[in-house]
């Protein structure tokens, strides 16, 4: 339901619009009815009056012609007595109207002059009225003086003075109507007047019409832009706000400057900002201690929290620090958690680059996975692969950073080094733990096998070893090499395990002949073709010096040349840690 204020707003923009077009409108119908008004005595009066001149003079032309039938009458021999009398009494009806039409004429001049709401020329319509009055009380007395003499001297039968008197009589009538057409002429001057006048009316009527009705749309339109500006401009800021909000700029406020819903509506997003404000933070303190993306994912997928976990497969990571406790045994407890510190945020990057989440820190440990619902199937695998090799790059670094840390020239940390295991398989997913304190994390087989891995690495002298199944999802991302075939602690079956190598195509000719030969080497091995095994496994050493998996492999071969292994033995090397 829309609150009073800003109905008010919207109802008082429609009124003042309605009033200003109701005045408009009246406006109009003031000035249209003047108009109408100012027509209505032309059509009723002066046009009227007009033609009661014109027939004042076709009745004077007939009075004159049935005058001179009777003269004709009379004149004939013998008289046309009864067509005298009728043409005497035309003549007699005939001047009774030129009267009653000259009263006519004279009455609607006087109702004009007498109007006061039209703009009449009344001094001119008085000079009207009053020729007319003079021509009916003298002209048409001088007319009818001589007119009755005629008639007199006819009834005699004095022709001779019939014709002196019937050319006097003709003299005076027409007299009478130039009087009556000097007349009409003024009278069509003055209702020209009146026409004129009713143009400009009408044409004044029609601009003050237009001027007003713009005038009401411009204060309209501003007063509707005042009214509505307001609400825009609060909109406008709620919208670039919401903006600055999802791209995640939690620092906007908006200015609250009203008390309608706008106002209250910007309220609520400051509100609302400061909460999510706080949620952020919230995210950021917790994202040091879980991972930032299973907050996240915890937050906005909340059936993550669910106690029924998931069978997926997954890829997990165990990173150990090799010679960390003969790095923690000389340094204070300050220097070694600024050591672990920086250790611990160094090998992480590489795994939140790759997409992955870390699960726990265990000492100098790191545990960390990949898989489904924050890195798809196909690719957890992969990211993992690269994560192990981009950490074992940073070690060299991390060897020259501890000492500027913590201002020594030489640490222990010069000959640290780092074991990582990775395998791939299926594992329990979801949130695991108590009534009062639960952990998205992974359980399973593969976890156990990760870790085996990673500890697997003293044996073989290597810095990571990887599962066949991680090596298979992995593709040719990375370049490998098979190391063994180990049965690790908890498991009745063989693992053929792999060394990652480097990336696809980056390898050194070096490396390349150096797993070349420890390729042959381990078939000759399997094979108990024990000096083959050693040829081969010094060329690979003379190959690439140092290879921990090489001289491995080459001691446990010439301990098996010395002691032959049982007959069913299948290459299988048992690792009990």
């Known amino acids: 339901m829309i609150k009073r204020s800003i109905r008010r707003r919207i109802v008082a923009i429609a009124v003042g619009l309605i009033v200003l077009m109701v005045a408009t409108s009246v406006l109009s119908m003031v000035m249209v009815g003047r108009v109408g008004h100012l027509l209505d005595e032309l059509t009723a009066r002066y046009i009227?009056?007009?033609?009661?001149?014109?027939?004042?003079?076709?009745?004077?032309?007939?009075?004159?012609?049935?005058?001179?039938?009777?003269?004709?009458?009379?004149?004939?021999?013998?008289?046309?007595?009864?067509?005298?009398?009728?043409?005497?009494?035309?003549?007699?009806?005939?001047?009774?109207?030129?009267?009653?039409?000259?009263?006519?004429?004279?009455?609607?001049?006087?109702?004009?002059?007498?109007?006061?709401?039209?703009?009449?020329?009344?001094?001119?319509?008085?000079?009207?009225?009053?020729?007319?009055?003079?021509l009916v009380s003298e002209t048409r007395r001088h007319l009818n003086q001589a007119s009755g003499q005629l008639l007199s001297e006819l009834d005699a039968r004095d022709f001779a003075a019939v014709r002196r008197s019937l050319a006097g009589t003709d003299a005076l009538r027409d007299e009478f109507n130039e009087k009556i057409d000097a007349i009409r002429t003024e009278m069509v001057k003055v209702g020209y007047g009146a026409t004129v006048t009713i143009r400009s009316e009408q044409t004044q009527a029609v601009l003050t019409s237009g001027i007003v009705t713009l005038l009401a749309a411009i204060v309209g339109l501003i007063f509707a832009n005042l009214v509505s500006g307001g609400i825009i401009r609060s909109v406008r800021q709620l919208l670039e706000g919401t903006r600055a909000v999802e791209a995640g700029q939690l620092d906007q406020s908006i200015a609250v400057t009203t008390g309608d819903e706008i106002g209250q509506l910007a309220a609520a997003f400051n509100r609302m900002v400061v909460q999510l404000r706080d949620n952020q933070r919230v995210r950021e303190t917790f994202g040091k201690y879980i991972d930032p993306r299973v907050v996240e994912g915890l937050i906005e997928r909340p059936n993550l929290t669910a106690a029924e976990g998931q069978r997926r497969v997954m890829t997990v990571l165990f990173c150990d620090l090799k010679g960390f406790t003969s790095l923690s045994e000389g340094m204070t407890p300050q220097g070694l958690v600024k050591v672990m510190n920086r250790y611990l945020s160094t090998m992480s990057e590489p795994i939140r680059t790759n997409r992955g989440i870390i699960d726990k820190?265990?000492?100098?440990?790191?545990?960390?996975?990949?898989?489904?619902?924050?890195?798809?199937?196909?690719?957890?695998?992969?990211?993992?692969?690269?994560?192990?090799?981009?950490?074992?790059?940073?070690?060299?670094?991390?060897?020259?950073?501890?000492p500027e840390l913590l201002g020594v020239r030489g640490?222990?940390?010069?000959?640290?080094?780092?074991?990582?295991?990775?395998?791939?398989?299926?594992?329990?997913?979801?949130?695991?733990?108590?009534?009062?304190?639960?952990?998205?994390?992974?359980?399973?087989?593969?976890?156990?096998?990760?870790?085996?891995?990673?500890?697997?690495?003293?044996?073989?002298?290597t810095r990571n070893l990887v599962c066949e199944r991680t090596v298979a999802a992995a593709g040719d991302t990375v370049e490998v090499r098979e190391i063994d075939r180990v049965v690790v602690a908890g498991h009745t079956h063989s693992e053929v395990i792999f060394e990652i190598l480097g990336r696809k195509g980056e390898l050194t000719p070096q490396q390349l002949t150096s797993r070349d030969r420890y390729m042959e080497a381990l078939a000759a091995y399997r094979e108990q073709r024990w000096d083959d095994a050693l040829r081969a496994l010094d060329a690979a050493l003379e190959a690439g010096p140092g290879d921990g998996a090489s001289i491995a492999l080459l001691k446990r071969v010439g301990n098996l040349k010395a002691n032959p292994p049982p007959q069913n033995w299948d290459g299988s090397w048992h690792i009990e840690k």
């Open 48 to 134: 009227p009056a007009n033609a009661h001149l014109t027939r004042i003079n076709i009745l004077s032309l007939e009075q004159a012609l049935a005058l001179r039938r009777m003269v004709i009458a009379k004149m004939q021999e013998p008289p046309d007595e009864m067509g005298y009398k009728l043409r005497k009494q035309l003549y007699e009806e005939k001047g009774a109207e030129v009267d009653s039409e000259a009263q006519a004429a004279r009455k609607l001049i006087n109702a004009i002059i007498d109007d006061t709401s039209t703009p009449s020329d009344n001094a001119a319509l008085a000079r009207v009225e009053s020729r007319i009055d003079s």
């Open 361 to 402: 820190y265990i000492g100098d440990g790191i545990m960390a996975y990949w898989g489904p619902p924050f890195v798809d199937e196909a690719d957890h695998a992969r990211f993992a692969c690269l994560a192990a090799l981009e950490m074992i790059e940073r070690i060299a670094a991390l060897r020259k950073d501890i």
């Open 411 to 461: 640490t222990p940390m010069e000959t640290c080094d780092l074991r990582i295991g990775v395998a791939t398989g299926e594992a329990l997913v979801g949130s695991i733990g108590s009534d009062v304190m639960m952990s998205y994390t992974v359980m399973g087989d593969v976890v156990n096998l990760a870790s085996r891995l990673e500890g697997a690495n003293k044996e073989y002298g």
